[in-house]
């Protein structure tokens, strides 16, 4: 994808050793090189080798980097500020808005042909991320000319099972041979979706229909940790003979229970060919262990024979649910602080969903076991699915984005931990889904979704009402879907025009009447629909779900971020312009060694500032750099 190119000007013409990557253009336009960023090693030895947007240097770091690199070296990056999408493990976006300040009179070189996607997609992709202020400006274009060229599909569905179907049936149809005979490959079609859990419904349903898929960058949902040891507690309590099982899990959470314990277990079973629950019970009954395995055992296996009784009497979801609170499990991992603990709990939920479709424990464990045997064959032609992060990088022909619903995607853990930036990073993260597609793309909402293990009314994303009309085709689902095609009208959609106000915070563009995104002329009676149900339900779905102070999210809103205060901002700019800026407007009144508290961090001591961001060395989370509005003097 067209990338912004920072190059320190040289002295000589001859370029320092680079990092790979080296490609002659092949059109000739941009007249350039590409390049990896040939210091970023020096940086970070461990980095995957992903472009500059997601380096993740400190402030100092850049500082003596730049220092030393001046002195020596001519230096010349490569990286697409809209690509950054890893924050959340460091990567800071500012390093590449910021090359121009840390290397004064470098030379910033658009590479903004694109040879991917057509002018449709391109075209939707660019008017999304123009809502991003954080950003270099960019103009990408196509050679493309194809009038054949569908616009970007956005459907709606009932709930997430129907999109499954749908999306499955999609494929099909893109399968059958074309009027020259060809047929679409399944390797050519991805599902990129925002968290792992949508994978679920999508594989469940490939299984039923016996078409191939690959899950790409991570296991199968049926492969995460967490699913096989929620499984493994399924397994035993209607199988107590599954000997695998049980020991998968009877030290989960920990419990104490060492290798030692689990040899005797295994020993005694033998011994009395029994399966090793049975073996655990009697060991706890006799004096072979120590007290604290012993106690430890004794409750193992009260557990179990508590809940093996309730399959007959409870119904087997409230029972599921039951086991992993009982058993500690869940609890595990909501004590525990990694990043992929949340991601865990949401797959527990789905998993637990997804076994209302079954009519017990015992056939919706048939049906797992039926999915796990479907072949993963790399040589296999097979559906791409992946999360939208894995998907940086790669292309295909087709591509899928499912559950474009407010709360999922933007995420609502993004938004109440990132504010506006997280916001930001959320819309990169829209703009490389979009820009994976080459031919077409299908963008899905559900309008029904399970959260916080109830049905709720689900609305569409803010990021559907970003894409342009004149590159989007909204599709009615007619019958089979839902209902969307059916006759509920309901007033113009259009926040901040006499409409309700959005409860995000109002857009940039709200104001500006010649702006013409698709979401306020269109007037599909299912997307009418959608609006309708949309204040309502954000208030009561995602209103006021975290604990945190929420900040309203959204330009012209006076908050903490960049362009506080602002009320308005212009027009959008897509093409070349200079849009972002890394320094904020407003100077801080803060100093540098002032001591300060932030709810996260803790204390710290100002290091350095610059407009209204802060360099703090905390005392316990190390250096990072945060806004002045989330930090108190003490
Ligand atoms: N000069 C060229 N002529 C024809 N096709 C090209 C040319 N340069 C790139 N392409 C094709 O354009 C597509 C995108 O190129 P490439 O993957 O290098 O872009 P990128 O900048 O890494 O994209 P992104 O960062 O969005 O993943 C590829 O299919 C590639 O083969």
Same mark, same amino acid.
């Given at each position: 994808m067209a990338a912004a190119l920072g190059a320190a000007a040289g002295r000589q013409a001859n370029l320092p050793p680079c990092g790979g990557d080296v490609r002659q253009d092949r059109g000739g336009r941009e007249g350039s090189r590409r390049f990896q960023c040939s210091w970023r090693r020096g940086w970070r030895d461990s980095a995957p080798s992903v472009g500059f947007a997601d380096i993740s240097p400190t402030r100092g770091e850049i500082g003596r980097a730049s220092a030393e690199a001046r002195a020596t070296v001519n230096i010349c990056c490569v990286g697409d500020d809209d690509q950054s999408i890893y924050g959340w493990r460091g990567a800071e976006v500012d390093n590449i808005l910021r090359f121009d300040k840390d290397f004064p009179g470098a030379t910033i070189i658009r590479l903004e042909r694109n040879y991917r996607s057509t002018a449709h997609i391109l075209g939707a992709a660019s008017h999304l991320i123009a809502h991003n202020e954080g950003r270099f400006g960019k103009t990408l274009f196509t050679d493309r000319d194809e009038p054949e060229d569908d616009k970007v599909h956005v459907h709606a569905a009932w709930d997430s099972e129907e999109e499954a179907r749908a999306v499955g049936e999609t494929i099909e149809a893109y399968q059958r041979p074309d009027k020259q005979g060809n047929r679409h490959n399944l390797n050519d079609m991805a599902i990129l979706v925002r968290a792992s859990f949508q994978m679920r419904e999508f594989e469940d349903r490939f299984?039923?229909?016996?078409?191939?898929?690959?899950?790409?960058?991570?296991? +199968?949902?049926?492969?995460?940790?967490?699913?096989?040891?929620?499984?493994?507690?399924?397994?035993?309590?209607?199988?107590?003979?599954? #000997?695998?099982?049980?020991?998968?899990?009877?030290?989960?959470?920990? +419990?104490?229970?060492?290798?030692? &314990?689990?040899?005797?277990? %295994?020993?005694?079973?033998?011994?009395?060919?029994?399966?090793?629950?049975?073996?655990?019970? $009697?060991?706890?009954?006799?004096?072979?262990?120590?007290? *604290?395995?012993?106690?430890?055992?004794?409750?193992?296996?009260?557990?179990?024979? +508590?809940?093996?009784?309730?399959?007959? &009497?409870?119904?087997?979801?409230?029972?599921?649910?039951?086991?992993?609170?009982?058993?500690?499990? &869940? #609890?595990?991992? $909501?004590?525990?602080?990694?990043?992929?603990?949340?991601?865990?709990?949401?797959?527990? *939920?789905?998993?637990?969903?997804?076994?209302?479709?079954?009519?017990?424990?015992? !056939?919706?464990?048939?049906?797992?076991?039926?999915?796990? #045997?479907?072949?993963?064959?790399?040589?296999?032609?097979?559906?791409?699915?992946?999360?939208?992060?894995?998907?940086?990088?790669?292309?295909?022909?087709?591509?899928?984005?499912?559950?474009?619903?407010?709360?999922?995607?933007?995420?609502?853990?993004?938004?109440?931990?990132?504010?506006? !930036?997280?916001?930001?990073?959320?819309?990169?993260?829209?703009?490389?889904?979009?820009?994976?597609? *080459?031919?077409?793309? %299908?963008?899905?909402?559900?309008?029904?979704?399970?959260?916080?293990?109830?049905?709720? !009314?689900?609305?569409?994303?803010?990021?559907?009402?970003?894409?342009?009309?004149?590159?989007? #085709?909204?599709?009615?689902?007619?019958? !089979?879907?839902?209902?969307y095609g059916n006759n509920y009208g309901g007033g113009s959609f259009a926040w901040g025009r006499g409409g309700r106000q959005n409860p995000y915070g109002a857009s940039r563009f709200d104001n500006i009447a010649e702006e013409k995104s698709f979401s306020n002329t269109y007037a599909t009676p299912g997307w009418q629909r959608a609006q309708a149900n949309r204040t309502e339900a954000t208030d009561r779905n995602w209103g006021s779900r975290s604990g945190h102070q929420v900040e309203r999210i959204g330009y012209g809103e006076t908050d903490s971020g960049h362009g506080a205060g602002r009320t308005s901002v212009k027009g959008r700019t897509i093409d070349g312009e200079l849009v972002a800026k890394s320094v904020a407007d407003k100077p801080s009144a803060f100093s540098v060694g002032d001591r300060v508290f932030h709810q996260k961090f803790g204390n710290g001591n100002i290091s350095a500032i610059e407009g209204n961001k802060l360099t703090i060395d905390f005392d316990k989370a190390g250096q990072k750099r945060v806004l002045d509005g989330f930090v108190a003097a003490v």
């Open positions: 299984v039923t229909l016996g078409l191939n898929y690959r899950v790409i960058g991570g296991p +199968r949902f049926y492969e995460r940790l967490e699913i096989r040891d929620a499984m493994a507690f399924f397994r035993v309590v209607a199988q107590g003979a599954d #000997d695998l099982a049980f020991e998968r899990i009877v030290n989960v959470p920990k +419990r104490g229970l060492g290798e030692a &314990t689990i040899r005797q277990i %295994h020993d005694t079973a033998r011994a009395l060919r029994i399966p090793m629950l049975e073996a655990a019970a $009697k060991l706890a009954e006799s004096d072979e262990l120590k007290p *604290k395995p012993r106690a430890a055992l004794r409750e193992v296996a009260a557990n179990f024979e +508590r809940w093996q009784k309730a399959l007959e &009497t409870t119904p087997h979801t409230e029972l599921a649910e039951t086991i992993l609170e009982e058993s500690g499990y &869940t #609890d595990m991992w $909501k004590n525990d602080r990694s990043a992929e603990a949340p991601g865990r709990l949401e797959n527990l *939920k789905e998993l637990i969903r997804s076994m209302e479709e079954y009519e017990s424990l015992r !056939s919706f464990l048939e049906h797992v076991a039926l999915v796990m #045997d479907a072949e993963q064959n790399a040589e296999l032609d097979a559906v791409n699915i992946m999360t939208l992060h894995s998907a940086k990088g790669l292309e295909f022909e087709t591509v899928f984005l499912p559950g474009w619903e407010e709360g999922l995607f933007p995420h609502q853990r993004a938004l109440d931990e990132g504010g506006r !930036s997280g916001l930001e990073e959320e819309r990169r993260l829209a703009y490389v889904g979009l820009t994976r597609a *080459k031919k077409n793309l %299908h963008l899905w909402f559900v309008s029904n979704r399970r959260i916080h293990g109830l049905w709720q !009314s689900t609305i569409p994303s803010r990021f559907l009402e970003e894409l342009p009309e004149a590159h989007v #085709d909204v599709a009615e689902s007619g019958n !089979s879907y839902g209902g």
